[in-house]
């Protein structure tokens, strides 16, 4: 294989990439207006209902949009040699193998946030204000840009950087090194994302004590769960869709609600979701979760690492000089159809998971409880209650709500 077969292996992989997509978000859009599933029928009022096929069609545009201008940028930057010009640019700055890399992907990636920018900007500031969602001011919106930047700058040029020093030191076996550092990293991250990031973004605060701590402290001692840190997050600040989340292991473990769900949601129903997430660890699937991330990471560096030091990568990418920065370019293209599979499987290990969690909210609280706050939060959220199954294969990582109540009901009926 020379590298113009490869680079059209490459654009080839590009085209159908963008073609799938389009064609599962078209069969997903014929959907819309489908009678609602059996058991839904009290999630919205005919106005709702109207309201959330709106909100899902004007979705639908804007992913094709923005769709189309990212698949644009990124086939001229492979037919027009934009990669090289880049490589070239920085080459003639430095000669350091890691300040080219870091340089290179700052400078890609800058460019590709102030060009989509705009979108963010017309989705945040027009579509989610015009459906009542946005409570983000433009204030909030640049300081998150820039917090985005800094972390990105600090935490992934970090990591890059000692990655291509691994590679400079130990050549195939970098692999080794890199996917020890990336793995550590990942557990630490888990372990202190709520104390270290979230609070750069939001404000955490203690749970007060009232009935809500209290409905939740007797079902965690039910549960057999030890609980001491129960927060609530100013989701507010940015939208009024509401969630929760679990993370952190051991001591550290904590569950984090949005201060828009309290606000939605009845205690028994609120109960139902920490219910749900409280079943996910006891059914370890975080520590799944965990095991299957690393060990899939170290299958993506080993892979890499038979791939990226050859030439021909870079060649295919109009590159004169072999380096690793352009090897990654060319490797994270070829290697999408293998991560498209691995996150089929995902999202199949994904929606079971969820099952099962719902299934110990059911038994363990109430199966009507959880039910009521989903369709509570699907109705809160203008969620889609008639996806296509094709897209629900390949994008769902949680089952369709008619699936989670029909599956909840049945808990109730036995």
């Known amino acids: 294989m020379n590298s113009v077969i490869l680079f059209l292996i490459i654009v080839g992989i590009v085209v159908f990439n963008y073609l799938f997509s389009r064609i599962l978000e078209y069969l997903n859009s014929r959907m819309y207006g489908d009678p609602v599933p059996g058991g839904l029928e009290d999630v919205y009022k005919a106005e709702e209902y109207r309201k959330s096929m709106d909100y899902k069609k004007v979705n639908y545009r804007f992913a094709i949009l923005t769709g189309t201008f990212s698949f644009a940028l990124i086939l001229a930057m ?31 990636m800058f460019a590709s946030d102030l060009l989509t920018t705009p979108f963010s900007i017309w989705d945040t500031f027009v579509i989610e204000e015009k459906f009542g969602f946005n409570k983000t001011t433009p204030k909030t919106f640049v300081m998150d840009k820039l917090k985005g930047w800094m972390l990105g700058a600090l935490i992934g040029g970090g990591i890059l950087a000692a990655i291509i020093w691994f590679y400079t030191l130990t050549g195939k076996n970098f692999w080794i090194y890199a996917w020890i550092l990336v793995s550590a990293f990942s557990i630490f991250m888990y372990m202190f994302y709520s104390t270290l990031i979230v609070p750069l973004f939001n404000k955490q605060t203690p749970l007060e004590d009232g009935e809500l701590r209290e409905a939740i402290t007797e079902f965690s001692t039910k549960a057999g769960f030890n609980l001491a840190n129960i927060f609530v ?36 129903e609120i109960v139902g979701v920490l219910a749900h997430e409280i079943g996910h660890y006891k059914k370890k ?9 690393i060990l899939q990471t170290g299958a993506i560096l ?7 030091g050859s030439p021909m990568l870079s060649e295919a990418l109009g590159a004169s000089v072999p380096s690793f920065h352009i090897g990654l370019i060319a490797f ?8 498209m599979i691995l996150g089929i499987g995902g999202n199949i290990l994904s929606r079971k998971n969820e099952y099962q969690a719902d299934r110990y909210a059911g038994e363990m609280h109430n199966p009507t409880a959880l039910v009521n706050a989903l369709k509570g939060l699907s109705r809160k959220n203008l969620s889609n209650l008639t ?3 094709a897209y629900v294969f390949f994008h769902y990582s949680h089952p369709p709500l008619y699936l989670r109540v029909k599956a909840l009901m049945g808990i109730q009926k036995n």
Do not use: M, Q, W
């Not at 699937?285 to 991330?293: A, D, E, N, V």
């Not at 080993?302 to 990226?308: C, D, P, Q, R």
């Open 78 to 108: 492979f037919l027009f040699d934009g990669f090289a010009f880049a490589d070239n640019l920085v080459r003639r700055i430095t000669e350091h193998p890691i300040l080219i890399a870091l340089l290179f992907f700052g400078l890609l």
């Open 233 to 268: 997050i100013d989701g507010s600040k940015r939208s009024t869709k509401a969630n929760a989340y679990f993370s952190g292991l051991g001591a550290k473990k904590r569950i984090v609600l949005y201060d828009t769900l309290i606000n939605d949601l009845e205690i028994d």
């Open 285 to 293: 699937h975080t520590l799944t979760g965990i095991l299957i991330s």
């Open 302 to 308: 080993f892979i890499l690492s038979l791939l990226v």
């Open 332 to 339: 994270s293209i070829l290697y999408s159809p293998l991560s």
């Open 387 to 389: 996806p296509h199954p």
